[in-house]
């Protein structure tokens, strides 16, 4: 009853008098509305409220509605009619506006809990009470999975929607998170949710999320085509920033390693990381062991593509020559002109290891399209 304010008087006020509600007592229903999606009641269930009340009043009210005086049962029917139209039409109003501000409120609270999960709040205590209202359990192992277009973020909540869709369906809505960061979509998700997904024998459960993210992007009209990285499973508040840094760093390194699988785990990524990590030392080992190809005359990035040909192939000339386009002679003869310059022999599996360091690490520096960094 305290949602229909003094809705009832409205309506006794119509059917005796005629009289129609003033824009002030119209307001004041709109409130009522207001209150009423505050108070989680649902649009139909308010509406009904106020349907069924002026059923009830027009009953019990007999000097109306036993008079035989037609027309003034009909006057006084419009006029109560007049007010319910004009009430429930407040009402919705009212109950829309709060819905959208409450939702606005909503998306800029799970924003701000998003950017302090994946930056790694210190603020533990805050931060469990902020996550529990959005059904996340920081106590759980989550993995964290980036997805990026090729071009521009397309439609932003087209493509929130069909994830959502997708990975609500197949790992349920506790403890998973679908936002947008820094233009690209974010997705949050227990990790033992994703080892519980039926999946062909010989599928590695750490991408399973970046194959469901994937397989739903690719259906988008727009944003072809994308590339998705999927962070590591980590324990606890910590470990949701530590795997999303995972995931935009296996982003940044498949651009720059030009990785052209649409799904890539940072966990096949580590190697560069760990080189990454003494950059000074790489530097200097790139330096040493790469820089003298780059000064044979007009013939640098052939031998570098023919190095990686080599090694990305396991060492098979045959099929590096076929990635690159060469005779199996030519490859050959690049080989043996890289022992030349470089002092290492590719085939001899102790300078191999130092070729393979060096040529990871150029890719990870992104040389020789960038020079190498100074020595700090």
């Given amino acids: ?47 009904q409220l106020y349907l069924s009340a002026a059923r009830r009043l027009w009953q019990d009210l007999p000097i109306v ?3 035989r005086d037609r ?21 919705a109003e009212g109950y829309a506006t709060a819905r959208r501000d409450l939702v606005r409120r909503e998306e800029t609270l799970r924003r701000e809990l998003i950017d302090d999960l994946l930056r790694g709040d210190p603020d ?9 209202p959005f059904g996340l359990d920081l106590a759980r192992v989550h993995q964290v999975a980036l997805a990026a277009p090729s071009r521009r973020l397309p439609d932003t909540d087209a493509a929130i929607t069909a994830l959502e869709s997708v990975i609500f369906d197949r790992l349920g809505d506790r403890d998973v998170l679908v936002a947008t960061k820094n233009g690209l979509l974010v997705v949050l998700a227990p990790a033992d949710a994703i080892d519980a997904v ?29 590339q998705v990285a999927v962070g590591r499973p980590h324990p606890g508040l910590y470990g949701i920033a530590r795997s999303y840094e995972e995931a935009r760093e296996a982003l940044t390194m498949a651009a720059r390693l030009r990785v052209g699988s649409p799904v890539v785990s940072a966990r ?14 790489i530097v200097e080992l790139v330096h040493a062991v790469l820089s003298p190809l780059t000064q044979a005359r007009g013939a640098g990035e052939s031998l570098l593509a023919t190095l990686e040909a080599y090694f990305d192939t396991g060492g098979v000339a045959t099929e590096s020559a076929k990635r690159i386009h060469v ?11 890289i022992k030349m310059l470089t002092g290492y022999n590719p085939f001899d599996p102790a300078h191999r290891f130092t070729l393979q360091a060096a040529l990871l690490g150029a890719r990870a520096l992104n040389w020789p399209q960038q020079e190498l960094p100074t020595p700090g």
């Fill in 124 to 132: 533990l205590g805050a931060l469990v009470d902020r996550a529990e």
């Fill in 327 to 337: 005779s199996v002679r030519t490859v050959t003869y690049r080989l043996q002109r």
């Fill in 71 to 91: 027309e003034a049962v009909r006057a006084a029917a419009a006029a109560v009619l007049y007010v319910i139209d004009d009430a429930v039409a407040t009402l």
């Fill in 65 to 67: 509605v036993r008079s």
């Fill in 198 to 226: 039926r999946m062909p024998s010989g599928r590695d459960a750490t991408t399973e999320l970046g194959r469901l993210m994937h397989d739903q992007l690719r259906r988008l009209p727009r944003g072809q085509p994308w």
């Fill in 268 to 281: 096949d990524l580590l190697i560069y990381r760990v080189l990454l990590r003494d950059q000074p030392a």
């Fill in 1 to 47: 009853m305290e949602l229909l304010g003094d809705y009832l008087g409205l309506l006794a006020d119509a059917a005796i008098t005629g009289r129609r509600p003033k824009r002030s007592e119209l307001d004041a229903v709109e409130v009522l509305g207001r209150r009423a999606a505050e108070q989680g009641v649902s649009a139909g269930r308010v509406v």
